[in-house]
């Protein structure tokens, strides 16, 4: 079994800054995209930011130039640093990333989600 465990949100004042954390364990063979969501009440999820294997990241538009995710594949994490936030960026935010496990010498992919954890910006 694999599962993410992330960590790091919080209350900050519009204009603040907080760093989200994501941790992968288990059995795990290798990690390919890894990225962050969010979901506000009453909202659909959506996608924030992704990172692929070799570091290429991906960002939606109303985040690009304030968050910055990154990842370490030394030690299965990936980060979500979010600067200059906004009241509109309050939701819960879920790590995801897909997982490949070595079992009985077969390969098999997993979309994981972790926990989620909130974030709230007042304004």
């Known amino acids: 079994q694999v599962q993410l465990v992330e960590s790091g949100g919080g209350l900050v004042q519009a204009g603040g800054s907080l760093r989200l954390s994501c941790v992968a364990s288990?059995?795990?063979?290798?990690?390919?995209?890894m990225g962050w969501y969010r979901q506000a009440p009453g909202k659909q999820r959506e996608l924030v930011a992704s990172?692929?294997?070799?570091?290429?990241?991906n960002y939606s538009d109303s985040v690009k130039g304030r968050f910055t995710i990154s990842r370490d594949n030394t030690k299965n994490t990936v980060s979500l640093q979010m600067n200059t936030l906004k009241p509109e960026d309050t939701a819960v935010y879920y790590c995801?990333?897909?997982?490949?496990?070595?079992?009985?010498?077969?390969?098999?992919?997993?979309?994981?989600w972790g926990q989620g954890t909130q974030v709230t910006v007042s304004s």
């Open positions: 995801n990333a897909v997982i490949t496990t070595l079992q009985l010498d077969q390969l098999h992919e997993w979309d994981v």
């Open positions: 288990g059995s795990i063979f290798g990690i390919n995209d």
């Open positions: 990172i692929t294997r070799r570091n290429t990241p």
